[in-house]
């Protein structure tokens, strides 16, 4: 009878063990990056943004801050490599290994117009196979953001509708505003990049605030750092990927500034010089202006983004009114990454002194705002994964009965879940083999134990 | 169908929680309610487990199963139904197959003690994933997400674990079989009562 009491404690022993490897190891051994596929996570799923409004009546503060272990200041580099000017032509997928990317933060914003935006946020900009996507294809660089209904059918990027109807869309308010502050292309200058997003996301009009310093026939840059004021006519790699050159605030090229490239300087191994030349420019596109430059310091970025709340271009920018509640999403680009590798908010209303709203704006007199006097609101930024609108509204999505009712996604999700759902949409089909595989594996288990129980709990003999 | 499942699912969640406190209670007493209880166990778990299977069946109905097995809560909910009603069955076999004998010395009810309150736990866990499938999140995830699993992250184990998996489901049958073919002997005498 030992045998079988020790047969018992065995196998129960057993059993408890397999159940507690099985807690252990669970939902580990598939998620992995793979560059190839463009599959890339990152360590961290969400990230906390710390929000400000406030407005006089004239203009709109919006404060931001938010974590960075470090700044990233340089993007699109061109590099003096093996004897000749080289343009680095491939965004990387993640974060890029020389920390050659800017961080980014970016707004969208509405004014009641595009009413699946107040529900869904930045999840109806995103079609089917975009730009980045798993199996995207190399043709999908030019697939980006754009409104369901500017298509005939929401699900194919190419069924784009008529011009008539578009420009009937936009004088109907059918465009998201877009504010995209930008550590290296804009903030140097004091402006954020105002863009809309309507058919695609466009660049609001007027001059672009950069533009490129690449000679394409010539094979090497157009401008150069201006030797006679005193500098180098280049910046050095190191400095660049190190983030030692200038902190936070970028060595740019300017326009007025920059002087024309000479290829007789005696170039050295490892010199870079930007990829862009930024330059002013009066018009809509430059109507974001950023207070007092955004700052790096002690693993927080700071920016106060102010724009005049009607900036006189209605069809490419909201009017914002005192009392008014507008929806806006953000997201940020950190760690040297660019494209899908953002973190994305869920939306959330901004009220201009108007309580029914998840943030009310404090109004203020006078030029610029007392912060310390503006209640902080805190966002949930989330990595969204490879979630498009297409599948959220088709019935493959548990919850597009939900959406189809209207029921704003905050109802049914946190910003953790969806995180982790989206990574789980990236990895789909792996995952749903190992758990099918998990899941006979238990019935097995289960099977095996009690049935191996009820062996020694027999009567000898029977 | 979700409406008839959430309907159905009452009668096997009833049922397998009054046979896992019935389990519990008959483990640790041999009192005159602990044995009339447990005359009743058989027939509670014989009609859990066939509304058990009605309320699986309908549960597959709710969504296509291209929706249901997309998300990570359906298809935690899915895992949670099967390991629970394949538990709930097996429980029922052995209870049916060993009759009384399942009481017979300590070692023997702490087995089951722990079949007891294991399977009330999967019930609860599958009870949870359906309310946040429908809508009704409880604070049972917040305590699995404590214990390292947070609900909305499918579970699965690595092919390694799977590995080792199939080592013990062989494995345990074999050492029964083998400890089975022993010499006979008291069970009282084992019990020590």
Do not use: C
């Not at chain 1, 970028?250 to 290829?263: H, K, Q, S, W």
């Not at chain 1, 759902?421 to 789909?428: A, H, I, L």
């Not at chain 2, 702490?110 to 599958?126: D, E, F, P, R």
Request: proline share 6%.
């Amino acid at each position: 009878m030992r045998r079988r009491s020790a047969a018992t404690a065995g196998i129960t022993g057993l059993f408890t063990a397999a159940l507690l490897l099985s807690l252990g190891t669970h939902s580990t051994g598939v998620v992995r990056n793979d560059p190839g596929r463009n599959l890339w996570i990152p360590d961290e799923l969400t990230m906390p943004l710390e929000l400000r409004v406030a407005y006089n009546d004239q203009q709109i503060f919006f404060h931001y801050r938010w974590p960075a272990k470090r700044p990233h200041v340089y993007t699109d580099v061109l590099r003096y490599s093996g004897g000749r000017w080289q343009r680095q032509l491939q965004t990387p997928i993640g974060s890029d290994t020389e920390g050659l990317y800017e961080d980014r933060l970016a707004m969208m914003l509405d004014a009641g117009s595009v009413p699946e935006f107040q529900r869904y946020g930045g999840y109806i900009t995103v079609g089917a196979n975009m730009r980045d996507f798993t199996g995207s294809g190399a043709d999908a660089a030019h697939r980006r953001k754009y409104l369901p209904a500017t298509r005939k059918d929401p699900n194919d990027w190419y069924s784009i509708k008529d011009q008539a109807t578009l420009d009937a869309q936009r004088r109907a308010g059918y465009f998201l505003d877009m504010w995209q502050w930008r550590a290296n292309l804009s903030n140097p200058l004091e402006r954020a990049d105002d863009q809309n997003v309507a058919w695609y996301r466009l660049y609001d009009s007027g001059e672009t605030l950069f533009f490129s310093n690449w000679d394409l026939d010539g094979q090497q840059p157009r401008w150069m750092f201006d030797p006679a004021s005193g500098g180098s006519p280049a910046l050095r790699l190191e400095d660049v990927t190190g983030g030692r050159a200038t902190g936070d605030v970028p060595r740019v090229l300017r326009e007025g500034e920059a002087v024309p490239f000479d290829p007789a300087l005696e170039w050295r191994e490892g010199d870079v010089l930007p990829g862009q030349v930024l330059r002013e420019s009066p018009e809509s596109r430059a109507e974001i202006r950023v207070q007092g430059m955004g700052r790096w310091a002690e693993g927080y970025w700071d920016v106060t983004l102010v724009r005049a709340l009607d900036t006189g271009h209605p069809l490419e920018d909201k009017v914002l009114r005192d009392q008014g509640v507008y929806s806006v999403a953000f997201s940020v680009h950190r760690d040297a990454r660019t494209s899908r590798w953002h973190y994305v908010s869920l939306p959330l209303q901004v009220g201009l002194g108007r309580p029914a709203a998840d943030l009310v704006a404090t109004r203020f007199e006078g030029a610029a705002p007392d912060w310390p006097g503006v209640e902080p609101h805190e966002v949930t930024l989330f990595y969204p994964g490879q979630v498009s609108w297409p599948h959220l509204t088709s019935a493959r999505h548990a919850g597009s009965k939900y959406i189809a009712k209207g029921v704003p996604v905050k109802y049914r999700h946190k910003e953790s879940q969806l995180a982790r759902y989206g990574v789980e949409m990236e990895f789909d089909a792996a995952i749903r083999r190992q758990w099918w595989l998990s899941l006979v594996a238990g019935v097995a288990l289960i099977v095996s134990f009690v049935w191996s129980i009820s062996l020694l709990f027999r009567q000898p003999g029977e | 169908m979700g409406p008839y499942h959430a309907i159905m699912v009452h009668f096997p969640v009833s049922l397998w929680m009054v046979a896992s406190g019935i389990i519990v209670y008959r483990a640790l007493s041999d009192g005159e309610l602990a044995r009339a209880l447990d005359r009743v166990l058989v027939p509670l778990l014989v009609i859990g487990v066939a509304t058990g299977i009605v309320a699986y069946v309908l549960g597959q109905l709710v969504w296509p199963p291209s929706t249901l097995q997309k998300t990570p809560l359906g298809r935690n909910h899915m895992l949670g139904a099967t390991w629970t009603l394949s538990y709930w069955a097996a429980v029922l076999f052995l209870r049916w197959r060993a009759g009384e004998r399942v009481w017979q010395g300590r070692l023997r009810r702490l087995v089951m003690v722990i079949l007891g309150a294991l399977g009330a736990g999967l019930l609860a866990i599958t009870g949870t994933l359906g309310g946040h499938l429908h809508g009704a999140p409880a604070y049972l995830s917040e305590i699995l997400r404590m214990l390292g699993w947070d609900v909305y992250t499918t579970f699965y184990v690595p092919t390694w674990v799977l590995a080792v998996l199939a080592i013990v489901i062989v494995a345990m049958p074999l050492l029964a079989k083998r400890a089975s073919r022993g010499p006979p002997a008291s069970t009282r005498a084992e019990a020590g009562q």
